[in-house]
């Protein structure tokens, strides 16, 4: 069975840092984009930030450019978010899952549900 386990999250004061990292099954990590996206207390997931299954590209929401960095080791079937500068409206469940590239859309739902998340709070 295809598992993503997000790991990482915590609680952080404003301007802090966070690193996020999440394991997954082989065959995600050969063969799709992987991203990250976050779900805040009433509303809808959004995408964060998607890296081409090679690497060479990355892609990110407006929120999170210049603060968020997304990384992965194909090696290790990981892939990390980096999260400096954090705000409070960064506040959210964050999930690793297949995307789509620049259009951070959420692809293969179907095959690859999501995980259980990792729980980011951001105070002031």
């Known amino acids: 069975q295809v598992q993503v386990v997000e790991s990482g999250g915590g609680l952080a004061q404003a301007g802090e840092s966070l690193r996020l990292s999440c394991s997954a099954s082989?065959?995600?990590?050969?063969?799709?984009?992987m991203g990250w996206f976050r779900q805040a207390p009433g509303k809808e997931r959004e995408g964060v930030s998607c890296i081409t299954k090679t690497g060479s590209s990355t892609y990110y929401a407006d929120y999170a450019e210049g603060r968020f960095t997304i990384g992965r080791d194909n090696a290790k079937d990981t892939v990390f978010l980096q999260m400096n500068s954090l705000k409070p409206e960064d506040t959210a469940t964050y999930y690793c899952?297949?995307?789509?590239?620049?259009?951070?859309?959420?692809?293969?739902?179907?095959?690859?549900?999501w995980g259980q998340g990792t729980q980011v709070t951001v105070s002031t």
């Open positions: 899952a297949p995307c789509g590239g620049r259009t951070l859309a959420r692809v293969f739902l179907g095959a690859f549900p």
């Open positions: 082989k065959i995600l990590f050969d063969h799709y984009h």
